[in-house]
């Protein structure tokens, strides 16, 4: 029995979450017993004990091993005691929004399972139905809600009728607009708990209202609305969470004005459904068994698939802003990644190392292009949204409703292992997974019929956590007996009963382990259970979010303007939508010789326009839409690394940094395997002062997107030597002249075979910059040069020296670049207002190379 006055020490939370881990608790209880091994209660708190305590000496226990389990048990007692603690009192729980579809439809369904699940523990709950619609009418949609509530099927009817009546007399309407309103609430709230002799536990607010709302909301419940001291609040938040990520970046600035980030809730459901939340349990209770198998060397892919038969009808307005990778992909497919993907915890049942572990699984995703994904569109969208949204009949929309998405991982683990990302409406059924898919080495010898059943090597081996719906009908977890005997707990999932006409990914049912739920539950009902008792590991905190969002964005505005192919719906989609990857590029593996959107308005496609070539400042120009820019120029810089290596035996190239060149590097990384990179030396243009392994390093850049994905031998990479006896570009460390000397050492006459430049909207090229004249002529080699943007402090090659080059190229991408790209095909040989002026080979060649963007605006 726990001392009604027990206190609750500082850190109390942190240290009921590792003791909700499984596991020893060895090295918890030491922060509750001082750091000692041993402790005993007095009166009614611990206290440490140790060998010179006097009672210790006169022999109350000597045993060491007694000692242990003693102290075990007591802090596991103790904490036990501060947990129920901490859930004793009175709990607020208001749904915003409380007459909305969700609500009706989930909210209040997860609300009566918590009732029932948690109110014969202790706690004392009161429900408030909050929204703008006038009272009265509020009321009458919130009964007709609160009599359709449903209890679990071992409830009994008679019971389950006290129980709905309880839980009706302890939920109440009541409009909530204005500062005043959440006022009222407060006090109400507030006058029960004293009134019924109780103490306040904490709040919790859900919002089921769209997001344009949460802010005034949110600034109302700070001001008016929060708990007293002692309690705590949890705001609950439903997607979407912004549109890119500028939106998602404002609105988790508007919040995380006047709410913590502990209290904050981002609801993914999918991350409640029973199939998806047992991934990480089943990785961490199956460790032995996937050590040596969930890595690069063993899995050939893995897909992460929902696929829904109804269209987007009733949904259009919502549908034309966020399309299916909003509403889909970047959300609910991406935190089913992370949980696939991120290193496995030590203890899955922290809340803050799962979390963490989810970020460093969002900061090892490679950046998506344009060629990484294929989208579609059902035939009967566009008229659609023209008659709900009154759209003249010329309009046709480019949204897509079908998205195929290839993600590939930059780390140890994953390297190389395509993970491929679906999901569409209208199409031919409705089931979701997620496949993992091994490697399979294995020949048999002897005929098929001569197998040893599902035990066989030479079947597929596979793991899938089926989330629901298809022909399985139900969340499962399925794994190839030919793989190994799974451990899932069995108090909540059961084997499946043989259903021998079923048939999974080609293979009879018999041939997985299959395992269900004992109990299905809905997925609201799990979230809602892990708000109540503060799991922050099912919810998406802001720095996943955003990392997210900035994973996602630069694919979305490269599919703003691309049209989506067409297809009929459901089964006569036929192969229409079959896509295939190679490398890093997805494509549909029908090829369609025809525009599918016809009508006035219809957006150019990159294949309408072939590589152009002319001149541009008396040197030839390469001129394409930004994917044919870059594979062109790819190829160019291969044939003359080829050509350089035949001749000389090694190819020197000088990269520039910046944003441009990224998609060259990841081109170059993915796409060029008979690249001579053995045989390459890699130099860099310019530098920003800044340590090698900071973010805006140029090398860094290079680092990142280039060279831990080729094989250059280390001595054959020469960074700029920036940071010096710990300073950076410090004059006297002379790091300019030493970069110079080891240039002049290895590179031929300093003539690299190949120097790529970039121009900036004000003319410059490498850190060569306007009214400047240092670097643009003289002697020296390399520069250190001041930028008028910070990093202000800069490390150059000089103009004489990027002349000596056999090739120099000039990239130039983007709509920005239009007004410098007219003006500087004016001007002459200008090299102190236009530094790119002066690049112009002594006896090597200029070679231009810009999108349409950048040459025709």
């Not at 310019?686 to 973010?695: A, G, I, M, Q, Y």
């Given at each position: ?43 009614t ?14 022999g ?39 007459t ?94 004293q ?20 802010a ?59 199939a ?28 992460i ?11 259009t ?28 915890p ?36 566009s ?14 929309s ?51 019929e ?7 090597r030479?079947?597929p ?17 399925l ?56 799991r ?62 016809p ?13 152009l ?40 190239l000088?990269?520039s ?42 090398f ?155 040459f025709?605006?």
């Amino acid at each position: 029995m726990c001392p009604p006055e027990l206190p609750l020490p500082p850190g109390q939370k942190q240290r009921l979450e590792a003791h909700s881990a499984p596991g020893p608790l060895a090295g918890q209880c030491p922060q509750l017993c001082g750091g000692q091994q041993s402790c005993a209660f007095k009166g009614t708190s611990v206290t440490p004990m140790s060998s010179e305590d006097p009672e210790v000496q006169r022999g109350y226990i000597r045993l060491p091993g007694f000692w242990k389990m003693l102290t075990v048990a007591v802090c596991m007692a103790f904490l036990g005691c501060l947990q129920a603690q901490e859930l004793q009192g009175h709990v607020s729980i208001i749904l915003l929004g409380a007459t909305g579809d969700l609500a009706k439809k989930y909210l209040w369904q997860g609300l009566f399972q918590l009732y029932l699940d948690e109110a014969a523990k202790g706690p004392s709950f009161s429900f408030h139905g909050a929204a703008l619609t006038p009272t009265e009418q509020g009321q009458e949609v919130m009964a007709k809600v609160l009599e359709s509530l449903s209890c679990p099927k071992d409830v009994a009817p008679g019971h389950c009728a006290n129980l709905k009546d309880q839980f009706q007399r302890l939920s109440q309407y009541r409009q909530l607009n204005t500062t005043e309103d959440y006022e009222t609430l407060s006090k109400d709230i507030e006058a029960r708990v004293q009134r019924e002799g109780l103490q306040e536990a904490g709040r919790i607010f859900y919002f089921s209202v769209p997001p344009f709302a949460y802010a005034d909301i949110a600034r109302s419940i700070n001001s008016s609305c929060r708990p007293g001291p002692g309690a705590w609040l949890r705001v609950v938040l439903e997607k979407p969470f912004g549109h890119d990520l500028p939106s998602a970046q404002q609105l988790a600035a508007e919040l995380g004005s006047v709410f913590q980030e502990e209290e904050m809730y981002r609801v993914d459901h999918y991350l409640g459904k029973q199939a998806l939340a047992q991934i990480l349990p089943f990785r961490d209770q199956n460790r032995k068994a996937l050590e040596g198998l969930w890595n690069r060397h063993h899995v050939e892919r893995v897909e992460i698939i929902v696929k829904e038969t109804v269209d987007a009808k009733g949904r259009t307005s919502f549908y034309e802003e966020y399309g299916v990778i909003r509403d889909i992909l970047q959300n609910h497919l991406t935190e089913i990644l992370t949980l696939v993907a991120m290193e496995l915890p030590h203890n899955v049942s922290s809340s803050q190392a799962v979390l963490q572990h989810k970020l460093q699984a969002f900061q090892a995703l490679r950046g998506l292009r344009r060629s990484s994904a294929v989208v579609g569109q059902y035939q009967a969208y566009s008229q659609q949204v023209r008659s709900e949204l009154h759209k003249p009949s010329s309009f046709h929309s480019r949204t897509p409703t079908f998205a195929g998405v290839l993600i590939h991982m930059d780390n140890l683990r994953w390297e190389g292992v395509p993970f491929l990302l679906m999901s569409g409406k209208a199409l031919d059924e409705r089931v979701g997974y997620v496949r993992v898919l091994f490697k399979n080495r294995a020949y048999c010898a002897q005929s098929e019929e001569r197998w040893a059943g599902a035990q066989s090597r030479c079947l597929p081996q596979q793991i899938v956590f089926h989330i629901g719906h298809g022909a399985l009908g139900s969340p499962a977890v399925l794994v190839s007996r030919n793989l190994f005997r799974p451990t899932l707990p069995s108090s909540s999932w059961k084997e499946v009963e043989g259903r021998p006409e079923l048939r999974l990914f080609g293979l009879p049912l018999s041939d997985y382990y299959a395992y269900s739920p004992v109990r299905e539950q809905d997925a609201y009902s799990t979230l809602i259970s892990h708000i109540f008792h503060g799991r922050k590991d099912s919810f998406i905190t802001t720095e996943n979010l955003l990392a997210s969002w900035l994973f996602w964005t630069p694919l979305l505005d490269s599919l703003a303007h691309e049209t989506p192919r067409l297809y009929p719906g459901g089964s006569e989609n036929g192969h229409l939508l079959d896509f295939e990857f190679s490398g890093s590029q997805l494509a549909f593996s029908l090829q369609q010789a025809e525009q599918l959107v016809p009508g006035p308005g219809a957006a150019p496609m990159p294949s309408d326009f072939q590589v152009l070539t002319a001149t541009y400042r008396d040197s030839p120009l390469v001129a394409a839409w930004p994917e044919e820019l870059i594979v062109k120029l790819a190829d160019d810089i291969e044939a003359t690394a080829a050509n350089a290596v035949r001749r000389f035996g090694q190819f020197h190239l000088a990269l520039s940094g910046g944003s441009s060149p990224v998609a060259l590097f990841q081109q170059l990384a993915t796409g060029h395997y008979s690249f001579p990179w053995a045989h390459t030396h890699l130099w860099l243009v310019d530098e920003r002062c800044v340590p090698l392994w900071d973010p805006e390093s140029n090398f860094q850049g290079l680092q990142t997107h280039l060279l831990q994905h080729v094989r250059v031998p280390y001595y054959n990479v020469h960074p700029m030597p920036v940071h010096l006896h710990q300073r950076l570009c410090a004059e006297e460390d002379q790091g300019a002249q030493v970069y110079a000397e080891e240039i002049s050492a290895l590179v031929t006459n300093g003539s690299f075979d190949l120097v790529l430049l970039g121009m900036g909207t004000d003319g410059h090229t490498a850190s060569l910059f306007p009214q400047s004249p240092t670097g643009l002529d003289g002697e020296p080699l390399v520069v250190l040069t001041e930028s008028p943007i910070g990093p202000h402090h800069r490390m150059s090659l000089s103009l004489p020296l990027i002349n000596r080059a056999r090739k120099v190229v000039v990239l130039v991408m983007g709509r920005l670049k239009r007004e410098i790209t007219m003006l500087v095909s004016r001007v002459g040989h200008e090299p102190k207002k236009w530094p790119i002026s002066g690049v112009l080979p002594d006896s090597g060649q200029l070679v231009w190379y810009m999108d349409y963007e950048a040459f025709l605006g």
